[in-house]
């Protein structure tokens, strides 16, 4: 392999497997995946309190919808790449005939597509995992007392664990998603080692921008810190 293919495998490995890492330490600071927790918590602690859960299971239905329909997608993917990736010569022929892919042998071709087949493995079982979380926190839901003579201190550890098996669950789905991102980074590698490394800055820096400087973003760190000020009154 090239030098300067091995250099931005690396970078790409790096950036995608100590992402979660960067993100902690942006966290310091406050990131959207730190700041929905709160929220998530606040509303795992009002879904105890209230007499009907059946909107509470309704969102969480359309989440784990969500994640079911990517997890679908996901698998559809890695057909598509394990095809071409087994496809043998016929595969590395027709995409070594288009000018602007960059793959020299065919070593170098079934590299490329492992690593993207690798990086879509890895999203699915994120994906999976969110989905069984999600199915522990219904149960958490269903299980919750209702009624005025259930225990407030009871009730309240209820919506303790459902807020953090949601979060959980969640924080999966959102590294199954970010997966896709660094799917098509690692797709840039067809196109040449620089095209990956710019794909692989932007990816990140995109993901990094949308966590903390993106308007969904700020306003939900507003709202974070007035849960977090009605917390301490």
Not at 5 to 23: H, I, K, P, R, T
Not at 42 to 51: I, K, Q, S, V
Request: charged letters at 15%; one cysteine or more; proline letters at 2%.
């Amino acid at each position: 392999m090239p030098l300067v293919d091995l250099a931005a495998l690396v970078f790409f490995a790096a950036c995608w497997l100590f992402y979660e890492q960067l993100l902690r330490l942006l966290s310091r600071n406050a990131v959207l995946n730190t700041d929905m927790t709160v929220v998530r918590a606040a509303w795992m602690r009002e879904m105890a309190r209230r007499e009907s859960r059946f909107m509470d299971g309704q969102l969480l239905g359309h989440a784990l919808n969500s994640a079911s329909f990517f997890a679908s997608s996901n698998l559809l993917l890695i057909a598509a790449a394990a095809g071409v990736l087994f496809g043998g010569e016929r595969s590395f022929a027709s995409l070594s005939s288009l000018q602007v892919i960059q793959t020299s042998t065919r070593m170098m071709f079934e590299l490329q597509m492992a690593v993207i087949l690798v990086v879509l493995a890895r999203s699915l079982l994120d994906f999976i995992w969110s989905i069984r979380q999600m199915n522990y926190c219904l149960t958490i839901f269903g299980a919750t007392p209702e009624g005025e003579d259930a225990d407030p201190a009871m009730t309240a550890a209820f919506g303790e664990a459902g807020g953090e098996v949601l979060n959980q669950s969640l924080s999966s789905f959102n590294a199954g998603v970010r997966g896709y991102y660094f799917a098509l980074a690692a797709a840039a590698w067809m196109f040449g080692p620089i095209a990956m490394t710019l794909a692989t800055v932007g990816a990140v820096s995109l993901l990094v921008w949308r966590q903390r400087g993106s308007p969904s973003a700020k306003a939900i760190r507003k709202l974070r810190a007035r849960l977090e000020s009605q917390g301490l009154d």
